[in-house]
């Protein structure tokens, strides 16, 4: 980062410098909350090492108690489970023939604010990224991704890397989940023939990959998005203690009244891809 900062003083061109010194300053800021976030698990380790005795903490950190304190406000550990960040929330546009540009889905749209909302809480600087279908974008650094395998390249390259869960077409050109551990698989209830209702299914995982985070969210429809969006907001503390920064993946099954989800179960109970 040093040899960056240097070759950004000496960049000629305003517009190349401006550009680039605001990407720099996101990164360094998302740098910073991540410092702050591990000093503040280093306080909470030393804690338990010491007797539980912040006093002492602070002794040995060369701080005062009331530095300490503040110290203790810094995000959570969880955090951690999206990356370091700055952070890429990104769905997938749609063409519509009368349209020039993208459009995106209620329920996506949805998806992302609620993403959103919960990446800020933890102190990340996230942008809101719409792929192409027609290109092949891969997320350049931390990111959340919002897309099933047929919307766009993005889906299918991230399923295809997962050892435990896939998706997949039955009959009538139905998608469905399949634990391709056991070989089971789960077709979306609001494709049932007999008796369908107002629920989907949705596919979690979070995966390592060349340095950064991605975690995929892939609805059978695009309502079961929402409810991965939900589960994720509500769970985070828990996936993170059980799998810290590793790379996982689940489903989970959400009811629905219109968009809003009413009860989320898992479907497919969280493993981790190197077990």
């Known amino acids: 980062m040093d040899d960056e900062f240097e070759a950004l003083r000496t960049e000629p061109d ?6 680039r010194a605001t990407e720099l300053l996101a990164r ?14 280093a306080i909470e380790e030393a804690r338990d090492q010491l007797g539980g005795s912040y006093t002492e903490v602070a002794r040995a950190f ?44 209620t329920e996506d749209d949805t998806v992302a604010a609620h993403l959103i909302g919960e990446a800020e809480t933890l102190a990340f600087v996230t942008e809101r990224v719409v792929i192409d279908p027609r290109d092949e974008w891969e997320p350049p650094r931390d990111a959340i991704v919002v897309c099933g395998p047929a919307s766009a390249h993005v889906g299918h390259l991230l399923l295809g890397r997962d050892p435990l869960i896939g998706m997949g077409i039955g009959d009538g050109a139905r998608w469905f989940i399949e634990d391709t551990a056991t ?56 996936l993170y203690a059980g799998f810290g920064d590793g790379s996982f993946s689940m489903a989970v099954t959400t009811e ?20």
């Open 256 to 275: 629905f009244d219109d968009l809003t989800p009413t009860a989320t179960t898992v479907l497919i109970p969280p493993r981790r891809w190197d077990a």
């Open 62 to 105: 060369g701080l005062t108690k009331g530095r300490i304190t503040q110290i203790r406000n810094a995000p959570p550990a969880h955090r951690t489970f999206f990356g370091v960040g700055p952070l890429d929330v990104a769905l997938v546009g749609r063409r519509i023939l009368e349209r020039d540009g993208l459009v995106i889905a």
């Open 14 to 19: 305003p517009v190349t410098r401006g550009r």
């Open 28 to 41: 360094y800021q998302q740098r910073s909350v991540e410092l702050s976030r591990l000093r503040r698990a």
């Open 183 to 238: 070989g089971e698989r789960h077709p979306s209830p609001l494709d049932d023939s007999d008796s369908p209702r107002q629920a989907d299914h949705a596919y979690i995982a979070r995966q390592v990959h060349d340095g950064r985070v991605v975690v995929h969210i892939a609805g059978l429809h695009a309502l079961g998005s929402i409810g991965a969006a939900h589960y994720l907001a509500e769970h985070l503390p828990e």
